[in-house]
C-alpha cells in the first residue's frame, strides 16, 4: 500500500521508501525512512499536495512523492 | 588583528592542556541549522549589526558573515552563517556551498575552528539528522539548542545533559532573543575550538560502511545511492535510539496550536479565500501605500535637481549633474518604499510559516505551468513594481524554477506602464463603450493585463521544456509551526535587502543614466535662432525638442524607423521608444518633449494628448491612430524597457547572459506582437 492511498487521518508505519534516487534520499533525509510512523494530515484544496506528520513535525510532498512511500496501516 | 597571544592568565578555566590556535588571528565559525530552526535569531543576537551580506562566488547563495565577541571581546571570531540545511549531500546549490566551507574549499575563508548546530527543540529527530552528518567532519560541534519553552509547553522533556552525553558534544539551551545562554555557548564554542576534534560516526560503524570511511571519501561516497540511503538510514536510527534515551515525549494524539490554526488556512475553501485576502492585501500595500512615499521621493528629487540647476552656472555639468545623476539617481531610489513594504511582508509570511502554507494550497495550480508553488508571490508583487517581484524569487529554493520566475515576472504590467496606457486611452479611446455601458479604456487596460499573464504562461511553458528543462526536483517541504516573527529579525533582514538593492542595482542604475543622458545630450545642436515672436517659455520648449531630435537618441530614431515603420511608428515614437528604455514611463515626458509641450506635461494633460492627437509625420500623415495607439500599447506589454530591472535581474541571477536574454527575448516578442496587432488591424480595415 502506498502513502497516497492511505486516508485522512489514518496512521501507518512506512515499509520501504522507494522512487528515484532524488525522491527516495530527499524523503529520508527529511525522516521518512523503513520502520517510522507517519499520519496522513490532510491533502491541499486541489487534491495535491498532501500534508503528512512524521517524527512530531509536519511534512507536504507531492502525490508524485507520496507513490514511492509503501505503508502499512495501523 | 589586534589581539595578542593570550597569556595564561587570561586563559579561560579548563583549557589549560589546549593548545593556543588563535595566535595572530581570530577564530572562524560557522553556523549550521535546519530552515525554521532559530538560525537567523542567534546570529543575530551574536553578532547584532556587525554583519555583512554578500555572494558565494560566482553562485547566487548568500554568504552572510558576521562578528562574533566571544567572551567579551578578547577572542572574537568570525561567524559564518550556512545557509538553512536539511542535508549535507550536495544535492542543493545551498548544501554544495555549505560542505565546501565545512571542508575549507571556499577562497578567503579558512577551514572553520568549531560549528555551532542550531537545533529545534521542538523537532528533535530531524534537527539532529543535520547534526550526525556535520560530526561526520573532523570539525569540533557544540549544539545551541532552540525553542526549549515552546518544547516545554508541548510537555516535551528534554534531558540535555543525557543528549550531551550521547552525542559526546556540549548542548546549550539558548534563548537568542533574551540572550539567554549566548555566554555559556560562546565558553562552549572557545573550548571546543580549540580542541582536536575527531570525526564522530559512530552510527555508520556497520559492516556495510566500514571501508568507506577513510578521512577523503567519507564525504563524497555519493555515487551509489543504495549505500547513501542506507546511510541516511543508519543515521537516523542512531537518532532514534538517542531521542528515546533523552526525551521524554508527549502524547502525539492531541492536536498542536499550529495543527488548529491550519484547520482554517488551510482549509479547501477559507484557506484559499484567506490566501486571497492576503495577497490582495500585499498586492494592495505595494501598489498604494508605497504611492506616497514614492510621490514624494520622486518630487523631492525633482525639487534637488531645480535647486541645483538655480545655484549652479548653466552648462554642462549642471546638466549631467541634474538630468543624469540626480535624475539616475532619483529614478533608484524612489523604488525604495516599495522594496522595503515587500521585504517586511516577506519576512512576516516567511518567518510566521505562512509562507508555506501558501506554496502548498497553490502548488498544483502553479505546477501546471511547471512553476512552483513559491512562484505565485513574485508573480504577483511584480504587478506592482518587477523589481520587488524579481527579488522575492529568491524563496524558491530549486535554481531552476526561480530562473523561470524570474524571467516571466516582468510580464506582468507593473505601474509604470500604466502612465503609458493611460495618455493612449485619454487620447483615443477616452469616453467609448462597448455594450454601451463598459467602458472601452478599461476594458483595454484589463485586456494588457490579461496578454501578461497569457504570454508569461507561455513562455514559463516553453522555458521549463526547453532551457531550464530539469527533471522535476521532488517536491517535500517543511510545513513549520507557526510562530510569531521577531520584529528585530524582520527589521534587520529588511534593510539589509534594501542596502544590497541599493548598492547593487543602484550602481548600474547609475551608470546607465547617464549613458541614456548622453545620447540624448550629444551632440549639442549649434543654431539656436531666436525667434523674436515666441516667448521665452516657448523658445525653451523648442531648443529642448530641436536638442531631442538631433542628439544621437534623436538620430537612432531615424535609424531604427524603417524597422518600426511596419509597427506604424515613425522616428520620434522611436526617439521616444528608445528612451523607454531606460524606465517606461520615461515614454510619456519624452513624447511632451519631442513634441514640444514641455517635458513637465504628464499623460492626463490636455496639451500633451492633444499633441498627440495632432502629431503628423514627415509626410504630413497623421502620426498616430487608434490602432497605432493599440499597438504601442500591446509593445509595451511584451518589452522589457527598464533598465533597474535589467539591474536586478543581473544581481540575482549572478551573469549578464541571463539579463540580456531577458531583454533580447522581451523585446522580440514584442515587436512579434505588435507587428502582428498593426498588421493585422490593417488587413481587417482599422487605422
Known amino acids: ?74 | 588583528m589586534k589581539s595578542k597571544v593570550p597569556s595564561s592568565k587570561f586563559q579561560i578555566p579548563n583549557s589549560n592542556s589546549i593548545s593556543v590556535q588563535t595566535i595572530g588571528g581570530q577564530l572562524t565559525i560557522a553556523l549550521a541549522g535546519n530552515p525554521n530552526a532559530g538560525k537567523t535569531t542567534l546570529f543575530n543576537a551574536l553578532t547584532g549589526m556587525r554583519q555583512k551580506v554578500a555572494n558565494y562566488s560566482g553562485v547566487t547563495v548568500e554568504r552572510k558573515e558576521g562578528f562574533w565577541r566571544l567572551n567579551g571581546g578578547e577572542n572574537t571570531a568570525r561567524l559564518i552563517d550556512l545557509p538553512g540545511l536539511y542535508s549535507l549531500d550536495a544535492t542543493s546549490l545551498d548544501e554544495q556551498i555549505a560542505r565546501d566551507v565545512l571542508l575549507g574549499k571556499v577562497a578567503d575563508l579558512p577551514k572553520p575552528d568549531a560549528l555551532v548546530a542550531v537545533v529545534d527543540a521542538t523537532n528533535l529527530e530531524r534537527n539532529l539528522y543535520l547534526v550526525t552528518q556535520l560530526l561526520e567532519f573532523k570539525i569540533p560541534v557544540v549544539i545551541a539548542l532552540t525553542m526549549i519553552d515552546t518544547a516545554e509547553k508541548q510537555s516535551l522533556e528534554i534531558d540535555t545533559k543525557k543528549l550531551s552525553k550521547l552525542l559526546k558534544i556540549p548542548v546549550v539551551g539558548v534563548k537568542a532573543t533574551q540572550k539567554q545562554g549566548i555566554k555559556e555557548l560562546a565558553e562552549k564554542v572557545l573550548q571546543a575550538a580549540k580542541t582536536e576534534a575527531t570525526p564522530n560516526f559512530v552510527w555508520l560503524s556497520d559492516a556495510d560502511f566500514t571501508d568507506n570511511i577513510d578521512e577523503e571519501d567519507i564525504h563524497l561516497s555519493l555515487s551509489d545511492d543504495k549505500v547513501a540511503n542506507k546511510k541516511i538510514f543508519a543515521r537516523y536510527n542512531f537518532i532514534s535510539d538517542v531521542y528515546q534515551e533523552a526525551v521524554k515525549p508527549k502524547d502525539t494524539l492531541e492536536r498542536s496550536i499550529s495543527e488548529k490554526i491550519d484547520s482554517v488556512l488551510t482549509h479547501k475553501f477559507f484557506g484559499l479565500v484567506i490566501l486571497i485576502g492576503i495577497l490582495l492585501l500585499v498586492f494592495q500595500t505595494i501598489f498604494s501605500w508605497a504611492n506616497l512615499p514614492m510621490d514624494l521621493l520622486d518630487k523631492g528629487f525633482g525639487a534637488l535637481g531645480d535647486f541645483v540647476r538655480a545655484e549652479m552656472p548653466a552648462g554642462i555639468l549642471t546638466d549631467l549633474l541634474v538630468d543624469g545623476i540626480i535624475a539616475g539617481v532619483g529614478g533608484v531610489v524612489v523604488f525604495l518604499p516599495q522594496i522595503l513594504l515587500l521585504f517586511l511582508f516577506l519576512s512576516i509570511l516567511e518567518d510566521t510559516g505562512y509562507m508555506a502554507r501558501a506554496a502548498f494550497l497553490l502548488d498544483k495550480l502553479m505546477s501546471r505551468v511547471g512553476l512552483h508553488g513559491k512562484a505565485f508571490l513574485p508573480l504577483l508583487s511584480s504587478f506592482a513594481c518587477a523589481i520587488p517581484g524579481i527579488m522575492a524569487a529568491r524563496t524558491i529554493e530549486n535554481p531552476k524554477d526561480r530562473l523561470a520566475t524570474i524571467m516571466i515576472a516582468p510580464f506582468m504590467s507593473c505601474s509604470a506602464r500604466l502612465p503609458v496606457y493611460t495618455l493612449m486611452i485619454a487620447a483615443f479611446f477616452a469616453g467609448q463603450t462597448i455594450f454601451g455601458f463598459l467602458s472601452l479604456g478599461a476594458v483595454l487596460i484589463l485586456a494588457m493585463y490579461a496578454l501578461g499573464i497569457f504570454v508569461a504562461v507561455i513562455v514559463a511553458f516553453i522555458l521549463k521544456r526547453t532551457i531550464l528543462k530539469s527533471p522535476t526536483p521532488p517536491f517535500v517541504m517543511e510545513l513549520p509551526p507557526y510562530r510569531l516573527p521577531n520584529f528585530r529579525t524582520v527589521f534587520q533582514n529588511m534593510f539589509i535587502r534594501a542596502g544590497l538593492f541599493l548598492k547593487r542595482a543602484g550602481t548600474v542604475i547609475l551608470a546607465i543614466s547617464i549613458i541614456l543622458w548622453a545620447l540624448t545630450y550629444f551632440p549639442r545642436s549649434v543654431e539656436t535662432v531666436q525667434s523674436p515672436t515666441s516667448n521665452v517659455q516657448n523658445q525653451e520648449q523648442v531648443d529642448e525638442g530641436q536638442q531631442l531630435k538631433n542628439s544621437f537618441a534623436g538620430k537612432l530614431g531615424h535609424t531604427i524607423e524603417p524597422v518600426i515603420q511596419p509597427l506604424g511608428f515613425d522616428w520620434k515614437i522611436g526617439v521616444a521608444l528608445i528612451a523607454s528604455f531606460a524606465a517606461r514611463e520615461v515614454l510619456v515626458s519624452t513624447l511632451s518633449i519631442i513634441y514640444n509641450v514641455g517635458k513637465d506635461e504628464n499623460e492626463e494633460s490636455p496639451s500633451l494628448i492633444n499633441a498627440v492627437r495632432d502629431a503628423k509625420k514627415d509626410d504630413g500623415t497623421k502620426a498616430w491612430t487608434p490602432l497605432t495607439a493599440l499597438t504601442l500599447m500591446v509593445f509595451f506589454v511584451l518589452a522589457m524597457q527598464c533598465m533597474s530591472t535589467v539591474a536586478v535581474v543581473r544581481r540575482e541571477t549572478n551573469s549578464w547572459s541571463w539579463a540580456l536574454f531577458m531583454v533580447g527575448y522581451m523585446t522580440v516578442l514584442a515587436y512579434l506582437a505588435a507587428f502582428l496587432t498593426y498588421q493585422g488591424g490593417r488587413f481587417l480595415g482599422f487605422g
Do not use: C, W
Open chain 1, 1 to 74: 500500500m502506498n502513502l497516497t492511498n492511505l486516508p485522512i487521518g489514518a496512521q501507518a508505519k512506512v515499509v520501504a521508501v522507494n522512487g528515484n534516487n532524488a525522491i527516495s534520499k530527499r524523503l529520508m533525509e527529511m525522516g521518512v525512512v523503513p520502520g517510522v510512523s507517519v499520519r496522513v494530515i490532510k491533502s491541499a484544496p486541489f487534491g495535491d499536495p498532501l500534508e503528512i506528520r512524521v517524527r512530531g513535525y509536519h511534512l507536504a510532498m507531492r502525490k508524485n512523492e507520496a507513490d514511492a512511500i509503501e505503508v502499512n496501516e495501523i
